[in-house]
Every structure is written in structure tokens, then in C-alpha cells.
């Protein structure tokens, strides 16, 4: 038996073998629950992905600082896929050992990342929870339905594997999303001297933007990153939105970078409004879509998301996410590994704008907290919520 999730397992590259690192459970499962209905049997195949980490992570660090930093001679020396390879990649031996041992409990590689630190390894349930001393089952979240394989409590890595690897990350990720919609008391004043709508000229205006081009310019490249099965946007919508509004952009057409598009049969305003203008906004740009659907949860959604674009050969140089959850309880190892894998992508020259905290403050229903914005990261571009306004004076 065959299940459809993707257990990521982050294994990272440490010093001397010591001892088995302990993880903990997770400090709260917010809307997970165990799922009664389909249980878990010991022969069950689960497919995960297996992280390696670089075989040195200071040289990470100092290429990304070097790569960002104005002033510096390698500023904007961005890493072709061979570089970044050689320099992300754990030593040979490393990773053969990490191979060999999970070959050796019962596991079978099926894949090696395009950048040669990345495992995709398929294993029953008895063998990964014997691997990692770890008991398994099926979670379903109360609130989205969603459902994955993860771990009722603590886990280990044993100590003969301690220097390869370092966490299961995915094993103990329960984001627990805490927001609820509040409605304002009273009415809610309009901004004084703002736009009535805002649309591609608009933008333009403000912000100084170009719109020299033509068709086939291509100049650069730039993506929209969408999250679940309804994430669609519809191509005849996108070309009625140009007629409109950018009528020079009639017959431009975004790409799909990765998922399946399925905006004829049902499109999501939101994909179709990200689309749009950042079509409109980038004129003359190469655009593709990601539509990610492979994530129980927003740490294993965003964990996915990097790990597709590092996979890829020419991924787009410039990537746009609307979608964040407020407050909640979040898993340290995960969102360490997705660092990482943002931090690749800045070696690599792409550069990622996520919107966090566009539709406002997040707090508690009396108002008496603050919630942060996940995810958020030194290694992206936050933008928060933007109100255009401007005197109107001739």
C-alpha cells in the first residue's frame, strides 16, 4: 500500500559522531488530530525526501554575504548550478554513508537532487519508525482536512548516523494557526486623497515603473508562487484584464514553472489578480506560475516550494508569494531547513517577495496580542500592507 504524502526528512551534515540527537514532541498539534478512521499499517510504503547538509555551512553563509553585499567583489556573482552544487553538496563520503545507512534499514533512494543534497527515499512504517526509534500515524487537521504521516511523540537520530544526520524535519510539524477574523467596530473611514481604484497606471505612476518593450522582449523573468488545488488562474480572464488595462500587453502569456493550471474549469480571483499585475507591474516580463499542492501544512508547503525551485535548472529570477498564517506554533528544525534552502536560492540570484501581514495586524479576539506572519526569514524580501495615498492637486 501506496500513500500520496511526502514525508520530508531534513538530514544535515554535523561533526564527529558523539551521541543520538533527541527531538521532542511537538508543543502543540492546534488543529491536528490523530485520524481513527485510516489508520496506519506497518507495511504501508511512505515516500520522503532526505536533506544533506553542505559539508560546510560557514562557506554557505560567507557566499550569500559576499553574492548580497554592495561593495564587495563578488557582489552579484551569482553561482551557476555547478557552483552551487560543489558548494551545497555534502562531501562524497557523507552522503554515501547517509545512503547506505538508510539503504541498510530497509529504505530505497529513488531520486538525488539536481544539486546532489537532496534524497528522495521510500521505506515502510515498521523501518522508519525502527530507523528513528519513533512510533508513526495519520494526522487529519479539524480545520483544512488536510492529512500526513507524522510521529505521536519524540523521535531520535542513533548515534552511528549523529554526524550525517540531523532532523526528520516534517516529522513534528504541526503548524497550529491561531487567527480569527474580526469584525471592526463601527464604520471604517475611506483614506483621504487616495485613488479610487488601483491599476497598472497607478502603480506606474508611484513608483516610477517602465513599461518600455514588446512582445518577445522576455526581459528577465518572474514567477507567482499559488498554494492548493484551487489555486488556478484563467488565461481569457488574464488577456480581458490587459485589454482593459495594459491594452500594449494584449497576447502576452504566463508559463507554468511547475503543477497543472486548471483555470478554464475553475480560477481562483487571487491567482488570476497575482498574475494580472505582476504582469502588469513587470511589463514585458517572462512569467510562470508554481502551483503547490504537495503539503499537508504551510512549513511542509513552503518547505516543498524551495526545494522544487532549487531542482530546477532556470527557475525564474524573481518570485512573488501572497500567503502567509497568523501566530501559532512552528517547528524550529523545519524552518531552519527552509532558511537554507531560501539562502541557496539567493546564491543563485532569485530573489523572493513575500507578503506578510498584507491584510493587516494579526492579534488576539480582544486585541490584547500580537500574532507574527508565517513564514518570514533574513533571506527574503517581507512586504507588509501598502496603502497608496496621494494629493490630488491638478
Given at each position: 500500500m501506496r500513500s500520496s504524502l511526502v514525508t520530508v526528512l531534513a538530514l544535515l551534515l554535523a561533526g564527529p559522531v558523539v551521541q543520538a540527537t533527541f527531538f521532542e514532541p511537538s508543543r502543540s498539534l492546534g488543529d491536528w488530530a490523530i485520524a481513527t478512521d485510516s489508520p496506519l499499517s506497518g507495511d504501508q510504503s511512505i515516500k520522503f525526501r532526505v536533506a544533506l547538509k553542505p559539508k560546510d555551512l560557514a562557506k554557505v553563509n560567507e557566499a550569500l554575504n559576499a553574492v548580497a553585499t554592495p561593495g564587495n567583489p563578488r557582489y552579484r556573482a551569482y553561482l551557476d548550478r555547478a557552483s552551487l552544487s560543489a558548494l551545497v553538496a555534502p562531501e562524497l563520503a557523507a552522503a554515501a554513508h547517509a545512503e547506505a545507512w538508510l539503504v541498510a534499514g530497509g529504505s530505497r533512494v529513488v531520486e538525488h537532487s539536481a544539486l546532489g543534497d537532496w534524497l528522495t527515499v521510500e521505506a515502510t512504517v515498521d523501518n522508519i519508525q525502527a530507523m528513528f526509534q519513533t512510533t508513526l500515524t495519520r494526522f487529519k487537521n479539524r480545520r483544512?482536512?488536510?492529512?500526513?504521516?507524522?510521529?505521536?511523540?519524540?523521535?531520535?537520530?542513533?548515534?552511528?548516523?549523529?554526524?550525517?544526520?540531523?532532523?526528520?524535519?516534517?516529522?513534528?510539524?504541526?503548524?497550529?494557526?491561531r487567527a480569527t477574523a474580526?469584525?471592526?467596530?463601527?464604520?471604517?473611514?475611506?483614506?483621504?486623497?487616495?485613488?479610487?481604484?488601483?491599476?497598472?497606471?497607478?502603480?506606474?505612476?508611484?513608483?516610477?515603473?517602465?513599461?518600455?518593450?514588446?512582445?518577445?522582449?522576455?526581459?528577465?523573468?518572474?514567477?507567482?508562487?499559488?498554494?492548493?488545488n484551487l489555486a488556478n488562474f484563467n488565461e481569457a480572464d488574464l488577456q480581458d484584464f490587459f485589454t482593459a488595462l495594459a491594452p500594449t500587453l494584449e497576447g502576452e502569456t504566463c508559463g507554468t514553472a511547475y503543477g497543472y493550471n486548471n483555470g478554464d474549469i475553475k480560477a481562483s480571483v487571487e491567482a488570476n489578480l497575482d498574475v494580472q499585475y505582476i504582469m502588469a507591474a513587470g511589463a514585458w516580463v517572462e512569467t510562470f506560475t508554481y502551483k503547490i499542492t504537495d503539503g499537508a501544512g504551510i512549513e511542509d508547503e513552503m518547505l516543498n516550494y524551495a526545494y522544487i525551485v532549487n531542482n530546477q535548472s532556470n527557475p525564474a529570477l524573481v518570485h512573488s508569494i501572497s500567503y502567509g498564517e497568523y501566530g501559532g506554533s512552528y517547528?524550529?528544525?523545519?524552518?531552519?531547513?527552509?532558511?537554507?534552502?531560501?539562502?541557496?536560492?539567493?546564491?543563485?540570484?532569485?530573489?523572493?517577495l513575500l507578503a506578510s501581514g498584507d491584510n493587516g495586524v494579526g492579534c488576539s479576539a480582544t486585541g490584547s496580542t500580537e500574532e507574527f506572519d508565517f513564514p518570514d526569514?533574513?533571506?527574503i524580501t517581507m512586504v507588509s500592507f501598502l496603502c497608496l495615498s496621494f494629493e490630488l492637486t491638478s
Open positions: 483544512t482536512g488536510a492529512e500526513k504521516v507524522a510521529t505521536t511523540g519524540s523521535y531520535e537520530i542513533p548515534a552511528e548516523v549523529d554526524s550525517v544526520i540531523a532532523l526528520v524535519a516534517g516529522m513534528n510539524s504541526f503548524s497550529a494557526f474580526v469584525a471592526p467596530a463601527g464604520s471604517v473611514p475611506s483614506a483621504q486623497g487616495a485613488p479610487a481604484t488601483i491599476t497598472p497606471d497607478t502603480l506606474a505612476a508611484v513608483y516610477g515603473v517602465s513599461n518600455a518593450g514588446s512582445h518577445g522582449s522576455k526581459m528577465g523573468s518572474q514567477a507567482v508562487v499559488e498554494f492548493g517547528d524550529n528544525a523545519t524552518d531552519h531547513q527552509f532558511d537554507h534552502e531560501l539562502m541557496k536560492m539567493g546564491l543563485a540570484g532569485i530573489s523572493v526569514s533574513p533571506h
